[in-house]
């Protein structure tokens, strides 16, 4: 077949250096950007039989979103602009690792199983984020697509991707595929939700955004001009000096629990990743301390403003909050024991919390690293409507109708979306006249430490009950035990990454110094029980 040839002559472009075996992670494929060029086009061809598959248009995102400037990644977008389920992530590490003669074989393996219709039509959005390697790999990834009606959207945020892939399955009803509909569908919803604010000062409408110098910053500033005033931003880290990620950004801010450089964080603060889909907020008080807002703070805030609206409007929809092992247990214990919120723990990766908020009429699921969003069923958004629209209602309940109706578009619900969750977040502080340190004192994080332990084979750590616990290597699990019994309400467990060639140790506990001294002796658990590598890790 002339497609076939087509293959055979582009791959021979990208080849695949022999024996290097990769896989379909937490978020796609991640690693230093020199292994990732026959990755790239090989998933514009996974890609183009996805989208001849489900007869609709695929997204295809080039980043590697918060990890350093020299590693990239690629991730899949499926039709409603969520990640690609995970029969297709298996399909993705497949053709990955098959070798370069094998490509072909492996290629017609998947459409046989798919039972593909070659000559279907496909169409693939491309989009990368501002590295610059992400430049090459996606016109590899475009090579991958080349013989058929591929769209490069070029610089765009991870979220901005999936968006634009579910407005174009939707022919328009969820918005309109291109930037301009991004900008004006979210900042038109932020504005006309902001209305419901009363009294609202020029100080209170100040925010400072650290965009980790990464293309974040880039659509903030193009936000800006949409938003009509309504939110006055002062932008860090904006990419024309710094290095993406280093020394700032979401991911940074929260590991390190510090503000970034080159941003004055004593007002109300908050900091993107690499690729704009998460975020965390942050300020440091008259007494020099540093206050983080992370993910698990920002699914409470929401969460309260969402159950507060329904209890006004007597609306009976069931609200659950996902989070994952890493989301603080004060937080866990505030959302169940304070507000009666259903909650349900997931294994790291938005795609699982995305999955498990879908389960409800109304799911918000935030990891603690700050990546996620809200879902709304559609039965529970035509309930709202119809409330809304109904004049026979009381004055009370109509309000609370009418802004949960308002809320709804300024969600990107597709994924995690940096802007979107800020301007939501914003409208909401707005809207209730709280500050940054009256949201913070809702509850107290519990001190906690965030590690990364190097070993030969992260594989060799298996875990179990939403990664929790580890079940292998052997006796790893006993050792945490018996540490985490050492301190008072205490918690710890290790986890491979699914980004990052690292294990990460997780801990908490009653005082900063316990949570810290717990997470360095777990690590040197780790170290010593599955295979670490480049010497013990040192105390904090
Ligand atoms: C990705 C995923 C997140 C996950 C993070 C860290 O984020 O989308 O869901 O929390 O990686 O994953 P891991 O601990 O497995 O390395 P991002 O923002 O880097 O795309």
Redesign the pocket.
């Known amino acids: 077949m002339v497609q076939f040839q087509e293959v055979t002559k582009q791959s021979a472009l990208h080849p695949k250096p022999a024996g290097l075996v990769l896989q379909y ?3 796609g494929f ?1 690693t230093n950007a020199k292994l990732l060029d026959h990755i790239m086009f090989r998933m514009g061809l996974l890609a183009t039989l996805r989208s001849k598959k489900t007869k609709a248009t695929i997204g295809v995102m080039v ?5 350093p400037e020299e590693d990239n ?1 690629v ?1 899949l977008v499926d039709p409603m602009g969520e990640m690609v389920t995970p029969t297709w992530e298996v399909y993705a590490t497949q053709l990955a690792n098959a070798e370069q003669d094998d490509l072909l074989a492996s290629l017609k393996d998947i459409i046989e199983k798919e039972s593909i219709n070659m000559s279907q039509e496909a169409n693939v959005f491309v989009g990368k984020d501002t590295r610059s390697s992400s430049v090459s790999l996606s016109k590899a990834v475009l090579d991958g697509v080349s013989a058929l009606a591929g769209h490069n959207y070029g610089l765009v945020t ?1 979220p901005q991707l999936h968006y634009m892939v579910c407005c174009q399955n939707t022919q328009g009803e969820y918005g309109e595929a291109t930037m301009k509909g991004y900008y004006t569908k979210l900042s038109q919803a932020f504005i006309q939700l902001t209305k419901n604010a009363s009294n609202c000062t020029d100080d209170q409408k100040h925010l400072s955004v650290d965009g980790a110098n990464g293309i974040g910053a880039l659509k903030v500033r193009e936000m800006e001009s949409h938003l009509k005033k309504e939110l006055h931003i002062s932008l860090f880290n904006d990419g024309s000096t710094g290095k993406l990620n280093h020394q700032c950004g ?2 940074f801010v929260k590991v390190q629990q510090k503000p970034p450089t080159g941003m004055n964080s004593g007002e109300r603060c908050c900091s993107f ?3 704009a ?2 975020i965390v907020y942050y300020y440091t008080d008259s007494e020099g301390r540093f206050h983080l807002l992370d993910g698990d703070k920002v699914a409470t805030l929401i969460s309260t403003f969402l159950k507060e609206l329904l209890t006004q409007a007597g609306l009976d929809l069931e609200m659950a909050v996902v989070q ?1 092992a ?1 989301a603080n247990g004060s937080s866990t214990n505030y959302l169940e024991d304070t507000m009666k919120v259903t909650v349900r723990c997931t294994k ?4 699982h ?1 995305h999955h498990a908020a879908q389960e409800f009429d109304i799911g918000v699921y935030f ?1 603690a ?1 700050g ?1 996620g969003t809200v879902l709304f069923s559609k039965a529970a958004e035509e309930k709202i409507q119809r409330l809304a629209e109904d004049s026979s209602v009381a004055n009370e309940r109509k309000r609370a109708a009418l802004l949960l109706r308002s809320t709804i578009p300024v969600i990107n619900q597709t994924v ?1 979306d940096a802007i979107s969750d800020m301007l939501l977040i914003e409208a909401i502080l707005a809207i209730k006249g709280m500050t940054i340190q009256q949201w913070d004192a809702i509850y107290s994080d519990l001190p906690n430490r965030q590690l990364k332990v190097k070993v030969a084979d992260r594989r060799v750590i298996d875990t179990a009950d939403a990664e929790r616990r580890a079940v292998s290597p052997k006796g790893l699990q006993e050792a945490i035990d018996s540490l985490v019994r050492k301190y008072r309400e205490a918690r710890s467990f290790v ?6 060639d ?1 294990v ?1 140790v997780y801990a908490e506990a009653e005082t900063q110094e316990s949570a810290d001294s717990l997470a360095h002796e777990v690590s040197l658990a780790v170290y010593r029980l599955a295979g670490g590598v480049g010497g013990e890790p040192e105390p904090l």
């Not at 980043?63 to 990890?67: E, L, R, Y």
């Not at 790291?348 to 795609?351: L, R, Y």
């Not at 986890?495 to 990052?500: A, L, V």
């Open positions: 992670g937490t978020a991640r980043t590697a979103s918060h990890n990644g991730k991870t979401a991911d990743d690499g690729d889909d998460r994952t890493y790291t990766g938005v795609k919390l990891e690293n990546h995690g986890r491979p990454s699914g980004t990052e690292v990460r």
